[in-house]
């Protein structure tokens, strides 16, 4: 929200200076994002008479002026074609920063003649493309004058970021109303006198729908002239960086931005009977002011007249009834639009406006015919004509509501008490009308005024009061130490989080942050979308669904890198997945993927594409950084359906289900348009359970006795899960096995049809005493015995 400090003066009597308005908005809660000073650029620039032009001596295409700047004469040399006796421009002496360039003029001698300045251009000064010729400025423009301040360029532009509640802010009467409230300054009245209507209205108003659109006034003007607007109208829409276009649409804007009261002028003698706001009908269209033609949808509320769709309620007025140099009578419209159907529309057809971030917010419900008194009023003033009686079509809804303010509540919950009186007064300044209980025991009745929609309890009584009052006021207060001794930062179980954020990075994967929502369509691939994860409201029509999974997000992440030339991709991203099937509803996951080619660790060894061991890889270390007993940890073929069959699995600690690993299936890969392989995994960090209280991991514990590393191999069904055959292994002496790996697999020439071979390789740590042949061969004989019962195979001979 933009305005200029004179624009701002226009509703609020204050002598205050701007550093001080600036200062006072922070405190009541608006954030000012910066106060632009236009003249700045433009500093040393001033007005000055050409006394004299004659050809350069030397140059056929210079001339040699005399200029007047108010201090004297000074000579300069200008290459422009339309420099001439007589003719007022804008001079930049010698020192003054050339604001397209951002060099300093000095003086010079050019083609043998001095020239102390120069005449300068609309491009040069940089407020515009045209660099044909020397500004020319009109005869009554005074000699030595800023030319800044000759532009309106010296009133400096505040930059207000309005927070989603304060809708009534965003209007500069809304500004200047939270200055005038706290004491910066007092309102200036607005003129709302009714506008006498001359005849009746030959265009009605109906409303098939009063929840879309429960108000609807509307007035017809004719006889009137669109011409350009005044130069203050154009100056302030210009300083807000809206272009001016025509005086009926810019008498739109200007409202929209000063009252806060969005507008629509039809062109009355494009329209053909009544008009009618109603539902959108399928297949109809609308071409609409921004250019653009969209097809419409029974959500949509449609203002229509006999020939069709004439304007989206709310968003965007159409192109075919748009006020033109040629329109000579119009039909205002003045309306309330229900928030929620106004921002769903704007959302579906991606039209943003200013009318609908307004209306989405919310709009004062009874400044509707005050608003359109205002704007009959500066129509006749700048176009004439002549105005109809007001046509009315709905009724204004019931804004008014009570809530009782305890004196009490300023000190609980603000930490300051203020007296009732002031708090009152406060109130009432803000335009609340407040009356005292019945009680008399300085509990106050408020009534808030139809501009704050927001305040809707006690609680926003109180922050309005202390607002005003000052939150610097409130007294520091030291909170009480339970216990001298810290309490850790955080809990183990967010400890946890940490330690697998750390374990994957180390990895090489890149931690990504993704939006917690997701499309429809992508939430299905994921076994997502049921009804009630679905958003009422969503921020955008591919964002409508809570996301079952973290890995839709990383997936569009992969390919909007592959999108610029990035294809190679590890991510991964810890956070919140939403599921029906779950007590809570959340759970909080850890998934990763990679894409494209694995850079190889040596300049020998080619890349290759990631597979599902690399996803499973990252999964287990995933599981071991939380403290999950990653030996114990099984591995079934029962993977969900968006990934891979045969290229996925499950991991699962006995019943409890951990994660899933592996390859992507294609069709998702195709939903994507992501170029596959993908090796994706998810782990689910609640399914881990925490440690027990007061059970912390011992002291690292190193041997000085020499390992002993056996390898055997073992001739076992084809069908066989390799993970039977290491827990089996694993389970002879633990105390004594301190690693067990797979390092091969075989089938083919020498072994039955049906079989197939694995080696593993077991590593023997003694702890106290160096271990004996016998020892050794006592083990091997135990281990050979364990896989044999527990996999059905036996010792490769």
């Given amino acids: 929200m933009k305005t200029t400090l004179s624009w701002l003066k226009t509703h609020l009597a204050t002598e205050a200076p701007l550093t001080a308005l600036v200062e006072r908005l922070v405190m009541l809660g608006h954030d000012v994002e910066g106060v632009e000073d236009r003249a700045a650029a433009l500093d ?26 108010g201090a004297g004469e000074v000579q300069v040399v200008c290459g422009a074609p339309n420099a001439r006796t007589g003719m007022k421009g804008v001079f930049g002496p010698a020192g003054v920063r050339i604001p397209k360039t951002g060099a300093v003029l000095t003086e010079s001698t050019i083609r043998g003649v001095a020239s102390k300045g120069m005449l300068m251009s609309v491009a040069e000064l940089a407020l515009g493309e045209d660099h044909a010729g020397i500004i020319e400025l009109p005869e009554d423009a005074p000699v030595g004058a800023r030319y800044a301040s000759l532009l309106g360029h010296d009133d400096p532009v505040i930059d207000i970021k309005v927070t989603p509640n304060r809708a009534d802010c965003l209007g500069v009467r809304g500004i200047a109303r939270d200055l005038a409230a706290a004491a910066i300054g007092h309102m200036i009245p607005l003129d709302t006198t009714p506008v006498e209507g001359r005849f009746k209205s030959p265009i009605a108003i109906h409303i098939e729908d009063v929840a879309a ?13 669109n011409g350009p607007s005044p130069r203050w109208l154009k100056d302030r829409l210009e300083a807000i960086g809206l272009r001016p276009i025509s005086a009926l649409v810019d008498i739109t804007n200007f409202l929209t931005f000063d009252l806060d009261r969005p507008l629509h002028v039809f062109d009355a003698g494009k329209l053909r009977g009544d008009l009618v706001v109603r539902f959108a009908r399928p297949g109809e269209r609308l071409l609409a002011l921004n250019g653009r033609e969209y097809e419409l949808d029974p959500e949509v509320t449609a203002i229509a007249d006999h020939n069709g769709v004439q304007s989206l309620g709310g968003v965007i007025g159409g192109e075919p009834t748009g006020c033109t140099e040629t329109t000579t009578e119009v039909f205002i419209e003045a309306a309330l639009f229900d928030p929620i159907r106004t921002a769903a529309t704007g959302r579906r057809l991606e039209i943003a406006s200013d009318a609908r971030y307004r209306f989405e917010r919310g709009v004062d419900p ?4 005050p608003g359109l008194e205002i704007a009959t009023r500066l129509i006749l003033e700048l176009c004439g004509g002549e105005p109809s009686e007001i046509v009315v079509a709905g009724a204004e809804p019931e804004w008014r509501r009570e809530y009782l303010l305890r004196p009490e509540r300023l000190s609980g919950l603000g930490g300051l008490h203020v007296p009732p009186d002031e708090s009152r ?3 009432e300044a803000l ?10 025991d300085g509990n106050l009745k408020v009534v808030p005024p139809p501009w704050r929609g927001d305040i809707i309890g006690e ?16 007294p520091p207060v030291p909170l009480p130490r339970e216990t001298v001794i810290s309490r850790p930062a955080i809990d183990s179980g967010r400890r946890r989080v940490e330690l697998v954020r750390r374990t994957l990075a180390s990895r090489g994967l890149v931690e990504a942050v993704t939006f917690s929502f997701t499309s429809s369509a992508a939430a299905a691939r994921f076994g997502g979308a049921q009804p009630e994860l679905r958003l009422v409201n969503p921020i955008s029509a591919d964002l409508d669904a809570m996301r079952p999974s973290v890995l839709p997000g990383l997936v569009e992440a992969a390919r909007r890198n592959a999108d610029r030339g990035f294809p ?3 991510l991964f991203e810890l956070g919140p997945a939403y599921r029906d099937d779950t007590p809570d509803g959340q759970v909080t996951a850890a998934g990763g993927l990679r894409a494209g080619h694995l850079a190889p660790r040596h300049w020998r060894e080619p890349g290759r594409e990631p597979d599902l061991y690399d996803a499973k890889a990252d999964a287990l270390a995933a599981l071991a950084a939380m403290g999950a007993p990653v030996a114990n940890i099984q591995t079934t073929a029962d993977p969900p359906a968006w990934f891979h069959p045969g290229r996925a699995g499950s991991v699962r600690l006995g019943p409890t289900l951990l994660g899933h690993f592996g390859e992507l299936h294609p069709e998702v890969l195709d939903h994507f348009e992501v170029k596959g392989p993908v090796a994706a995994f998810e782990v689910f960090l609640d399914a881990v359970p925490l440690p027990r209280a007061g059970r912390a991991r011992g002291p690292l514990k190193l041997s000085v006795f020499q390992p002993v590393e056996r390898d055997f191999a073992f001739v076992v069904d084809r069908e066989m899960p390799a993970e039977t055959l290491l827990r089996g292994a694993r389970g002879v002496d633990r105390r004594l096995v301190s690693d067990v790996r797979l390092f091969d697999v075989y089938e083919g020439k020498g072994l039955p049809e049906g079989k197939k071979s694995l080696a593993i390789s077991v590593v023997l740590q003694p702890q106290e005493a160096t271990l004996t042949d016998a020892e050794i061969e006592g083990f091997s004989k135990r281990l050979v015995a364990a896989v044999e019962k527990a996999t059905g195979g036996t010792l490769r001979g």
């Fill in 44 to 69: 040393g620039f001033v007005v000055a008479r050409v006394v004299k032009a004659e050809p350069h001596p030397n140059a056929d295409r210079l001339r040699v002026c005399v200029v007047d700047a």
């Fill in 213 to 225: 659109c429960p108000l609807f006034l509307g007035r017809h003007i004719r006889g009137l002239n």
């Fill in 366 to 369: 009874a400044f509707v015919e």
């Fill in 425 to 427: 007064a406060i109130l």
């Fill in 431 to 440: 335009g609340c009308t407040v009356g005292e209980a019945a009680a008399h």
């Fill in 459 to 474: 609680a926003d009584l109180v922050e309005e009061v202390l607002r005003v009052k000052g939150y610097d006021e409130i």
């Fill in 568 to 570: 190679d991709v590890a």
